[in-house]
Structure formats: structure tokens, C-alpha cells
């Protein structure tokens, strides 16, 4: 099945600077790739997603890349500021099941 | 905003015990999903469902049964608990597969300590 690798655990940057988190997957059939984010003690909430249609998305500070041939996506957080610390999860879907599967979880700390 | 809400939000039992987790979303979604996140493995899944009376299997279900009585309701059930379930459990729903609904809609998560 599915495995997604969420390539660091922690990540620290300093605020004003740019954040890039990486994940792979295994599956070639995966075709919807998102992002969820953990702020301390709280649940995960959906910050944007990509489709294997296109290999840019961006929304405001955040831009995903989706590299199909090498099974890699990445989040990148522009401008970061302190409400950007949190635990990021990558995850991958085939078009024709119903499970996401999640990665580890990045841990980002944004510096002042 | 989709509103899913878990019970209990806490709980403790001891090895062997029976718990029950809860799981409603109040936006008529399709699928429902039991996600289990613990240090270093991220969320795992469990079970899901996509229709009340169906359950599919998750990545992880050894120890774990589950129940979708409604469209609305998702029950986990841990019958002989063991310190290896203890763990944070996310409850999440999403109104389908494929290129629509693919959101999912967390629930703030039940903290289970098996003693």
C-alpha cells in the first residue's frame, strides 16, 4: 500500500524567512496530495492541496510542488511568521480509494 | 465549517478494559475515518466507513473494531485494551473520494491512557 515519508521531524527558520517541508510517496497511482496543519494542543485543520494535474499551487504564503516522476511534493511557507509554528502533515490519496495516508509530521518553529 | 465532536475527550483504563470512542459529524458526509497519532508515526489509520452499516479496514486495525450506526455516528471499540493503544485518536469526516470532498474535517481528538 501507500507510504508517505515526511522527510524532517523538526524544522526551525527565522521569522521573515521562507520554511520548505518535503514528502515522498510510494504509490504512482496517488493523484491527490494535501497538507494539514497542527497548532500546539489543538486538532488538524486542511491549508491547501495539490492534484497530480498540475505541479504548482499556491495559495497566499503557501506554495506546494508536486514532482511526479521522483513521487515528491513539498510545502513552501513564505514570510514566516510566528502563527506559522506548528506540526505539518503531509498525506497522498489514490483517485479511486478513500483512505489518506499521513506522514509523520514536521514540527516547524518559527524564530523571532 | 463541518462539525465533528468525540467522546470522551480523555480517558484512562486499565489493561484488559473495554473502551468505547465516539464519534458524531453533523454534516452529513459520507466517509468517516478513526485515525490514531503517536510520536514519530504521525496518523495512522485505523478504520473507515463511507456509508452507515459499512467498514472498511484501516493500515493499523489489529486490536481495534468499529461500528458506523448512522450516517452520522462512528464508534471505535478497543475489547481487551493494551498499553500499546495509548495514544491520541482523531475522529475525521469528508463528504466523498476523488476529485470532490476530499477535505477531511477533524474532531479535537479523544487522549486514551491504557494502564
Known amino acids: 500500500g501507500e507510504k508517505v515519508e515526511q522527510h524532517e521531524s523538526t524544522l526551525s527558520v527565522r521569522e521573515g524567512d521562507s520554511a520548505v517541508i518535503n514528502c515522498t510517496y510510494t504509490d504512482t497511482a496517488s493523484s491527490y496530495f494535501p497538507w494539514y496543519k497542527q497548532e500546539a494542543g489543538k486538532s488538524l485543520h486542511f491549508v491547501i492541496d495539490?492534484?497530480?494535474?498540475?505541479d504548482r499551487k499556491q495559495s497566499q504564503r503557501l506554495i506546494v510542488l508536486l514532482d511526479k516522476k521522483a513521487k515528491r511534493f513539498s510545502l513552501h511557507i513564505t514570510a514566516t511568521q510566528p502563527e506559522d509554528s506548528a506540526i505539518y502533515f503531509c498525506?497522498?490519496?489514490?483517485?479511486?480509494?478513500?483512505?489518506?495516508?499521513f506522514g509523520q509530521g514536521t514540527k516547524l518553529s518559527i524564530k523571532p | 465549517e463541518a462539525a465533528v465532536t468525540q467522546s470522551p475527550r480523555n480517558k484512562v483504563t486499565v489493561t484488559g478494559g473495554n473502551v468505547t470512542l465516539s464519534c458524531r459529524q453533523t454534516n452529513s458526509h459520507n466517509y468517516m475515518y478513526w485515525y490514531r497519532q503517536d510520536t514519530g508515526h504521525g496518523l495512522r489509520l485505523i478504520h473507515y466507513?463511507?456509508?452507515?452499516?459499512?467498514?472498511q479496514i484501516g493500515d493499523v486495525p489489529d486490536g481495534y473494531k468499529a461500528t458506523r450506526t448512522t450516517q452520522e455516528d462512528f464508534f471505535l471499540l478497543l475489547e481487551l485494551a493494551s498499553p500499546s493503544q495509548t495514544s491520541l485518536y482523531f475522529c475525521?469526516?469528508?463528504?466523498?473520494?476523488?476529485?470532490?470532498?476530499?477535505?477531511?474535517?477533524f474532531g479535537e481528538g479523544s487522549r486514551l491512557i491504557v494502564v
Open positions: 498525506a497522498a490519496r489514490n483517485y479511486n480509494q478513500g483512505k489518506l495516508i
Open positions: 495539490i492534484r497530480s494535474n498540475v
Open positions: 466507513s463511507y456509508g452507515a452499516g459499512n467498514l
Open positions: 475525521a469526516s469528508s463528504e466523498g473520494r476523488g476529485n470532490s470532498g476530499n477535505t477531511l474535517y
